[in-house]
């Protein structure tokens, strides 16, 4: 029998993860990152990740505690702080294997995984270093035209993270804010998502039923919910919150002042989530900070 | 009109690249470029679309630098989220970025620089869209320090954009959209032009000369150069301002120069 009640503590959802699984992480570079649950991930002793990520923080503060076997991104960024410091540090150290792709060819690869299929064609990465640096094998269109792809393979997670405006104990997610990007997919691409959210309330049909258009993905796909207020800190959440960009430049700072991740992860991850933002001002400072200009 | 920086003469050359361009997202990835699709859609082509940079289409270009959230005026919608569906991939876009190197093919890098792919010696942004962007719709770039750095010899050290080398051409393929249009930069306007797609100078700015650009380019240039690259004029100015309230154009070209170059030899 399935169980409706999917709340979880974040424990519990780490928990439910082992060394050495592929595990995508929702949001966009600094945006809508499931932040407070990659801070449970970087207190536990989980290791040998693959990470499939438009990355930002998460995806630095994963490589800076040696988490990550293998990242599969198209760039890695912090937008006002274009390059991630902790991310060229692994890379520049040969730390952790890659598969680099387009943008596109990324989120056609988790529609791939969506929809059960190796692979699906693409016109995406012809004519660069991308088919040959991943290995990307190239497929003949069976009709008349002929036209030789490269078959971008299905990018199957075991596990995705996503954090949301609202859930309710079911998985009814509401996410909001002018851009989801490709959260949906991650969790259609997944055997199990697990989901953050700013609120949990009992039944949705309760409390915003006229908002029901904001449930970007379905409850079927979600295995897990849990409530973190703020837990996209220090990446933006709107309309709740804006990015925390001081936080982004001390973290950047950071990399290379001492450079070293072990002194700086009681600030950067805390002992709890309570310890944590604590350190940037509690609840109330993440809740006031500014929407980001573009 | 003596005070026209040479920001402002690359943005006026920039927002050319966009004449004409019909109905299509026109992307500025930085701040001459932005500006320069913003004087475009303002003056010579109101078709463009254009977004707020974040995921809204607005008919009024939307200014660089601080201004209130609310500023924005939104008329219609294209977030990430359906940015492949709805501009790359159906090629409704032309894009003007500034990578990290072009070489004579106009392949680009974004990505890394030295070591290798396992280790490279200098990890940039990764590639982002630029495969999808250069296999599916126009190109045109900016750079404000041309040097033999970022126009290198030989070809770019990793292939992040497809540009017209035939050795990279997996046959079969269909690259009939492959479209690099016009390359700006603080000495000169170039095209695509020469045979085979080979690069030519078709402008130089007010003071510089042929030579001048040969020796700062890795790679050989055609010399086609039809005339000075023209200053904006006052409308431009004015438009440009307002677009750029802050002045952070003023922080893209070093030391913010002129656009009308001091004669050699006097005092600086």
């Given at each position: 029998m399935t169980m409706l009640d999917k709340r979880m503590t974040p424990a519990d959802i780490v928990g439910r993860l082992s060394d050495g699984m592929t595990l995508g992480i929702g949001g966009w570079g600094p945006r809508r990152k499931p932040m407070a649950l990659v801070r449970e991930i970087l207190r536990s002793d989980l290791k040998d990740l693959t990470v499939v990520a438009y990355g930002g923080a998460d995806v630095g503060m994963l490589c800076a505690a040696g988490k990550v076997k293998k990242l599969v991104f198209a760039f890695v960024s912090l937008d006002a702080i274009p390059l991630e410091p902790w991310f060229r540090k692994a890379r520049e150290a040969g730390q952790i294997e890659v598969l680099e792709l387009d943008e596109g060819m990324f989120q056609w690869g988790l529609k791939a995984a969506a929809f059960g299929l190796p692979f699906l064609p693409t016109r995406v990465g012809?004519?660069?270093?991308?088919?040959?640096?991943?290995?990307?094998?190239?497929?003949?269109?069976?009709?008349?035209?002929?036209?030789?792809?490269?078959?971008?393979?299905?990018?199957?997670?075991?596990?995705?993270?996503?954090?949301?405006?609202?859930?309710?104990?079911?998985?009814?997610?509401?996410a909001f804010g002018p851009d989801v990007y490709y959260d949906e997919w991650f969790a259609r691409a997944a055997a199990k998502?697990?989901?953050?959210?700013?609120?949990?309330?009992?039944?949705?049909?309760?409390?915003?039923?006229?908002?029901?258009?904001?449930?970007?993905?379905?409850?079927?796909?979600?295995?897990?919910?849990?409530?973190?207020?703020?837990?996209?800190?220090?990446?933006?959440?709107?309309?709740?919150?804006?990015?925390?960009?001081?936080?982004?430049?001390?973290?950047?700072?950071?990399?290379?002042?001492?450079?070293?991740?072990?002194?700086?992860?009681?600030?950067?991850?805390?002992?709890?989530?309570?310890?944590?933002?604590?350190?940037?001002?509690?609840?109330?400072?993440?809740?006031?900070?500014?929407?980001?200009?573009? | 009109m003596t005070d026209v920086s040479l920001a402002e003469l690359c943005i006026f050359a920039c927002s050319q690249a966009f004449r004409n361009n019909g109905e299509i997202i026109a992307t500025g990835v930085g701040p001459v470029p932005r500006v320069a699709a913003g004087l475009a859609k303002l003056t010579h082509t109101p078709e463009l679309m254009m977004t707020d940079g974040e995921a809204y289409l607005v008919e009024q270009p939307v200014p660089l630098g601080p201004r209130r959230y609310e500023d924005r005026k939104p008329a219609g919608y294209l977030p990430f989220s359906r940015f492949f569906d709805a501009a790359v991939w159906t090629g409704r876009r032309h894009a003007m970025v500034t990578p990290t190197q072009i070489d004579r093919f106009g392949q680009i890098n974004l990505s890394q620089l030295g070591g290798t792919h396992r280790q490279p010696k200098t990890q940039m942004l990764g590639v982002r869209g630029f495969p999808g962007n250069t296999i599916y719709h126009p190109n045109s770039f900016f750079f404000p320090s041309h040097t033999p750095r970022v126009f290198v010899a030989g070809e770019v050290d990793m292939v992040s954009g497809v540009g017209y080398n035939p050795a990279k051409r997996v046959p079969g393929g269909n690259y009939s959209a492959v479209d690099l249009r016009t390359i700006v930069t603080n000495l000169c306007v170039m095209d695509f032009g020469g045979p085979d797609h080979a690069i030519r100078v078709v402008s130089l700015h007010p003071g510089v000369r042929f030579a001048e650009v040969q020796e700062a380019t890795g790679f050989e240039l055609i010399d086609a150069v039809a005339g000075e690259t023209p200053l904006p004029d006052a409308e431009a100015l004015t438009i440009i301002a307002r677009l750029d309230p802050h002045n952070i154009r003023a922080s893209v070209i070093k030391d913010n120069p002129p656009a009308q170059r001091q004669a050699e030899g006097s005092a600086a």
């Open positions: 012809q004519g660069t270093d991308l088919a040959e640096l991943g290995g990307l094998k190239t497929v003949q269109s069976p009709y008349d035209d002929g036209e030789t792809l490269i078959a971008m393979p299905a990018l199957k997670l075991d596990a995705a993270l996503l954090h949301v405006n609202r859930s309710d104990w079911r998985g009814n997610i509401q998502t697990y989901v953050s959210c700013e609120e949990l309330v009992d039944r949705m049909e309760d409390h915003y039923p006229e908002q029901a258009q904001a449930n970007i993905v379905e409850r079927a796909f979600i295995s897990g919910v849990t409530e973190i207020t703020g837990g996209a800190h220090p990446s933006s959440m709107p309309p709740a919150y804006g990015w925390d960009m001081k936080a982004f430049k001390a973290y950047a700072d950071a990399a290379k002042d001492p450079g070293d991740w072990a002194a700086v992860r009681d600030r950067f991850v805390g002992a709890s989530e309570e310890d944590y933002l604590a350190g940037f001002g509690g609840k109330e400072a993440v809740a006031a900070l500014p929407l980001p200009i573009f | -």
